[in-house]
């Protein structure tokens, strides 16, 4: 069931129905959205459905013995079988695969049967899962003794496929408080609706139909400068895609009074590659923060800092998949933090001002574009063609459009614009009536089916 089908839609319709006349109920209405989770999930992945109640019911009777439990051998023995149950069911399920096949290229012997699927979207799972334990631990929270609350927050349907990343416990407080419906909430999730249905389906779908794919599939066909235009898309596609999808889930969440987290903040205008993950997926960036980076050894000495810096960010490649592509991407970006933690010492954190700040804001834009090579790559031949490609300088653009052009254009106008003129627009429509706002909606997706050129399409971080 994809955000951007007209079947979710539906589903999101029923579960509003639903929801809002026994709001004033609380058990009634975690059982509702309970309901939903489980049911949104089934629709992706029936046979696993299994493991989301078994693992967050084990993570709730942990959670419940670190609210009781003063003993601290006895808290750290809970908080660590919570991290061994939810790590080890990831890494077996994503990650033996990985290794097998490394194992198996490396000794010539051929690798083993691996009969076992990744259910979808279990990297989002784990890590959301996982802050409910952890904090209770360090004493960041103080949990929750409703089982249905616990089990509600840490499926929240709107989050479980690709974020935002939301602290367990921040869902569990929301559901705890009683709910009315606010119009103006109602007209900031429609626009945000709308909003990332435009992303997704105007600009992001549409340059991967018309040129990405192509060009990722089958390198040595297209010239390098069609190449170098398909890397740049890429870098607009995943936005708009990723974007979209959280702009389609913090409007879904928004209509059941249930506020999540921001997760971009025009991450190409970023100065350095801190300021990136400052702006890009803040949610897996302060997690890896969090619960990673703040965890690992050699806090005091300075260069351990640079070290946990670099493995922090290569566990976030191996997060997003088991590939080397994701490694090295993942290094590449611990490197470049290391860099720039290593000047900001060096020049004691001073500002970059004038031309500077707009020369560091195009060396970090096309940095990250080069990342994305290995992203988005299949594997390294691919990505090592696709550098080939745009290395040797050929010079045709016969497979660029105008439309094309017109896209890219509008894509990258887009992401530019004032956050004021955003938030101006998003005021102006939630204080419209509700006919206003509903005519308006239901002209954006007339329109967008003219546009888009295919069905609804996954969105890329659905496969993570």
């Not at 409703?146 to 479980?160: G, Q």
């Not at 935002?164 to 921040?170: D, E, K, Y």
């Not at 090592?384 to 300088?393: H, M, N, P």
């Not at 888009?452 to 971080?461: D, M, R, V």
Request: glycine share 6%; hydrophobic share 50%; net charge positive.
């Amino acid at each position: 069931m994809l955000l951007s089908s007209s079947t979710y839609f539906i589903f999101l319709v029923a579960i509003f129905a639903l929801y809002w006349p026994v709001s004033r109920y609380r058990t009634v209405t975690l059982a509702v959205i309970l309901f939903a989770n489980y049911f949104f999930y089934a629709k992706w992945d029936l046979f696993y459905l299994a493991l989301i109640p078994a693992v967050s019911s084990c993570d709730y009777v942990f959670g419940l013995g670190l609210q009781y439990s003063k003993n601290p051998p006895v808290r750290r023995l809970l908080v660590t079988a919570s991290i061994v149950m939810n790590v080890g069911l990831l890494a077996t399920l994503k990650y033996v695969p990985f290794f097998l096949q490394n194992w198996a290229a490396i000794t010539g012997h051929p690798a083993p049967e691996w009969h076992w699927a990744l259910p979808v979207s279990l990297s989002f799972y784990v890590f959301q899962a996982l802050t409910y334990t952890i904090d209770l631990y360090r004493r960041d929270s103080k949990g929750t003794r409703s089982y249905l609350a616990h089990l509600a927050a840490v499926s929240f349907f709107p989050t479980i496929l690709a974020g935002p990343i939301t602290r367990v416990q921040t869902l569990v407080d929301q559901f705890e408080k009683p709910k009315k419906l606010d119009p103006a909430d109602g007209g900031r999730a429609l626009f945000l609706i709308g909003m990332g249905l435009t992303k997704k389906l105007m600009i992001a779908d549409f340059l991967a139909a018309n040129l990405i794919n192509r060009v990722f599939d089958f390198p040595t066909l297209y010239s390098g400068t069609e190449t170098l235009v398909a890397v740049y898309a890429y870098a607009l596609q995943i936005y708009y895609d990723f974007s979209g999808y959280t702009d389609i889930a913090i409007g879904s969440a928004l209509l059941l009074g249930i506020k999540l987290p921001a997760n971009f903040n025009a991450p190409y205008a970023a100065e350095n590659v801190a300021d990136f993950w400052r702006r890009w997926h803040i949610t897996l960036s302060n997690w890896l923060r969090d619960y990673l980076f703040f965890s690992l050894p050699g806090k005091r000495s300075k260069s351990m800092v640079y070290v946990n810096l670099i493995l922090t960010m290569v566990i976030g490649g191996l997060w997003h998949g088991a590939a080397w592509t994701f490694v090295i991407w993942g290094l590449l970006h611990g490197v470049g933090l290391a860099v720039v933690r290593g000047w900001q010492v060096y020049r004691k954190n001073a500002k970059v001002t004038g031309f500077w700040h707009y020369a560091s804001i195009f060396a970090t834009f096309h940095f990250v574009v080069f990342c994305w090579i290995f992203f988005r790559a299949p594997n390294l031949a691919t990505a090592w063609a696709i550098l080939g490609r745009i290395g040797s300088l050929t010079a045709s653009a016969a497979n660029l459009s105008g439309p094309l052009a017109l896209i890219l254009a509008i894509g990258i106008l887009a992401h530019y614009v004032p956050k004021k003129w955003y938030d101006w627009s998003l005021g102006i429509f939630a204080r419209a009536p509700f006919y206003a706002q509903a005519a308006a909606l239901a002209l954006l997706v007339v329109g967008l089916q003219y546009v888009a050129q295919t069905g609804a399409t996954p969105f890329i971080y659905n496969k993570f």
